[in-house]
């Protein structure tokens, strides 16, 4: 049975699998006191009855076993300038004009892995039911209550590293999640063993100190969190670190040692969209509602908004520096119509003109907003 199940994965494009008893996790009772905390920020959801994250039960009555899967997203390196970035930039400047662009973690870098996470799933729950009829199951692929990186580190598919992440010997963390959950009894495999040592890299590297220390996360400082789950304005003493990020932060995996041995996956199912990674920030920055609906159709960033994401943009224009966003950013601070919007993109200005002489003088946009960047 273990060996049908784990061909068949495979052949679903899963990269591992690996099994595990459904009884209740000790790490539901972490993520209660974890909230009791505070440190999931506004994270509300996080506050439903969080215990029940690590109770399979609560999911699937009568749960038996937690079947684990991972696959390989890895999409390779960022773009070179000379790259995909300098192909879409040459449309609308001259080659030697440099034009200010963000940063989009790689996971989101092509389509929404939920959905093919979650139909990939359903077809090896159907292979499931094929060897065994009559069962019951059902899935989890990061929108359910479910500890997902717990139930992979108990079914051994990888460790739970000191920045949070699930990071697999000889591979490192660059895997979606998801998980089976089966009335099924199916013998479990052994934990995965924790390989990260007296390593502390990831730690040193977080721009914004959001891990306090070995699997301790604080959501609120989070780049991550603060440019996707993060509502309203972002805490002044933290803009200027968020840099040119614009949606998530792959800073803490990109310093881990054991991704040295990530290999790009072969999926296409992962496969990076165009001008998706590190895109050219002043014509974001006009996006309405219609137009980011239909620029990041059927991608992960749709799970920002408009609001959060155009925000987003109008910090790292500020943290880039350059005087050219300027026009851009005082339409926006005056005309954009949501509040956060306007008041981030008037601390734009204010961090462009702090940071360099211009002749002209203060600009009349950033003095009428002066009051109005509080976090």
């Keep these: 049975m273990r060996e049908r199940i784990g061909r068949a994965a495979r052949e679903l494009g899963f990269t591992s699998v690996g099994f595990a008893r459904a009884e209740r996790h000790p790490d539901g009772a972490r993520v209660a006191e974890w909230v009791d905390r505070g440190l999931h920020g506004t994270m509300a959801w996080m506050g439903h009855e969080p215990e029940r994250r690590g109770d399979p039960d609560s999911i699937l009555p009568g749960a038996r076993t937690v079947i684990s899967v991972a696959a390989n997203y890895y999409p390779g390196d960022w773009p070179t300038p000379r790259g995909a970035a300098a192909a879409a930039a040459a449309s609308v400047a001259p080659p030697h004009v440099a034009t200010p662009r963000g940063k989009i973690a790689r996971y989101a870098w092509g389509s929404d892995y939920h959905k093919r996470m979650k139909r990939r799933l359903v077809r090896l729950a159907a292979a499931l039911r094929a060897l065994a009829p009559g069962i019951r199951w059902t899935t989890a692929v990061d929108t359910r209550p479910f500890l997902d990186r717990a139930w992979a580190e108990r079914a051994g598919v990888g460790w739970i590293g000191k920045n949070t992440n699930l990071i697999r010997s000889k591979e490192g963390s660059w895997f979606f999640l998801g998980a089976i959950i089966t009335d099924l009894p199916i013998e479990p495999d052994p934990p995965a063993a924790n390989h990260c040592g007296t390593c502390v890299r990831c730690i040193a590297a977080c721009p914004t100190g959001a891990i306090t220390g070995p699997n301790q996360l604080d959501a609120r400082r989070c780049i991550s969190y603060l440019t996707i789950e993060h509502r309203g304005a ?14 998530g932060c792959d800073d803490c995996q990109e310093v881990c040692p054991w991704n040295r041995f990530a290999v790009p996956s072969a999926d296409p199912g992962f496969a990076a969209r165009p ?31 408009r609001n959060r994401f155009v925000r987003n943009v109008a910090v790292a224009l500020g943290n880039a ?55």
């Design 234 to 247: 972002i805490p002044l003493e933290l803009r200027p670190l968020i840099g040119t990020r614009i949606f």
């Design 275 to 305: 001008d998706q990674q590190v895109p050219e920030l002043i014509p974001l920055l006009a996006l309405d509602e219609a137009g980011f609906r239909l620029r990041f159709q059927g991608t992960a960033l749709r799970r920002a908004g």
């Design 321 to 375: 520096g350059d005087r050219a966003a300027l026009p851009a950013l005082e339409r926006s601070a005056l005309h954009d119509p949501d509040s956060v919007v306007r008041d981030h993109s008037a601390w734009a200005i204010a961090q462009i003109r702090e940071n360099q002489v211009f002749s002209e003088g203060a600009s009349p946009v950033a003095e009428r907003h002066s009051g109005g960047t509080s976090p």
